[in-house]
């Protein structure tokens, strides 16, 4: 089993800046992604950004540009720096572990961009 615990959501106002941290515990030793999902009222999980233990990143196509992902493999976390927020960015973030063993999700942490 793989636990994920997330902080540093809040409210912050439109092209303000947040940064999401997750930190892994527990069967961490064949973890070999580590990302961030979103979800918004009324709409499916949606993947935001991920890296691979080797270094691959994805994000999506509308947080491009404006957000970064990063991984410390040492420490087992990863975290999510999110500039020039806009308001559909809102939504609960919820960090994700893929591992040989199955894929883990924290608890989610609320992001909510508003003026």
């Known amino acids: 089993q793989v636990q994920l615990v997330e902080s540093g959501g809040g409210l912050v106002q439109p092209g303000g800046s947040l940064r999401l941290s997750c930190a892994a515990s527990?069967?961490?030793?064949?973890?070999?992604?580590m990302g961030w999902y979103r979800q918004a009222p009324g709409k499916q999980r949606e993947l935001v950004a991920v890296?691979?233990?080797?270094?691959?990143?994805k994000l999506a196509d509308s947080v491009e540009g404006r957000f970064t992902i990063s991984r410390d493999n040492a420490k087992n976390t990863v975290a999510l720096q999110m500039n020039s927020l806009k308001p559909e960015d809102t939504a609960v973030y919820y960090c994700?572990?893929?591992?040989?063993?199955?894929?883990?999700w924290g608890q989610g942490t609320q992001v909510t961009v508003s003026s």
């Open positions: 994700n572990a893929v591992s040989l063993r199955g894929n883990y």
């Open positions: 527990g069967s961490i030793d064949s973890i070999y992604a």
């Open positions: 890296r691979t233990s080797g270094g691959n990143t």
